[in-house]
């Protein structure tokens, strides 16, 4: 989590339709709101398409070292569990967010998407035995 929401931070979210094409997007709004949960808005673009078709997204976030195993950062795999296109919640949510980014960047935000974390793995994750085949 505090990898996740430490700020300034950016990222990318990649999902993919139901036809499995696959998109990735820079977001820097996503938060946790605790250890199994991730709250993202969204504007009218291809990874709420996608989300509207298929659950299954993965967040990345990379701190660039000296060399790739020096590479600090985390994959989250989540699945969506429910998209608010209006209501008490995304109007909360974009009122929030008017107050870091402004109204006209928050009235972008057309849908408050709550996902649950179903994997966490590292930035670098070479599984075992990557040693002997290098």
Sequence with gaps: MECFNRQPRIGTISSAGKDGKV?????G?????????????????????NL??????????????????????VRVYMTLKDLAASGPALDGYVAQLATVVGEAAA????ALATFEVTEVRPIVDMGQ??????
């Design 129 to 134: 035995g990557w040693e002997q085949s290098i």
């Design 52 to 73: 509207r078709e298929n659950p299954h997204a993965v967040y990345i976030i990379m701190e660039p070292g000296r060399g790739l195993m020096d590479g600090k950062g």
């Design 107 to 110: 009235s972008m935000i057309k």
């Design 29 to 49: 709004s996503p938060h946790m709101t605790d250890e199994k949960t991730v709250v993202l808005g969204s504007g009218e673009n291809r990874t709420l398409a």
């Design 23 to 27: 998109d990735v997007a820079v977001f």
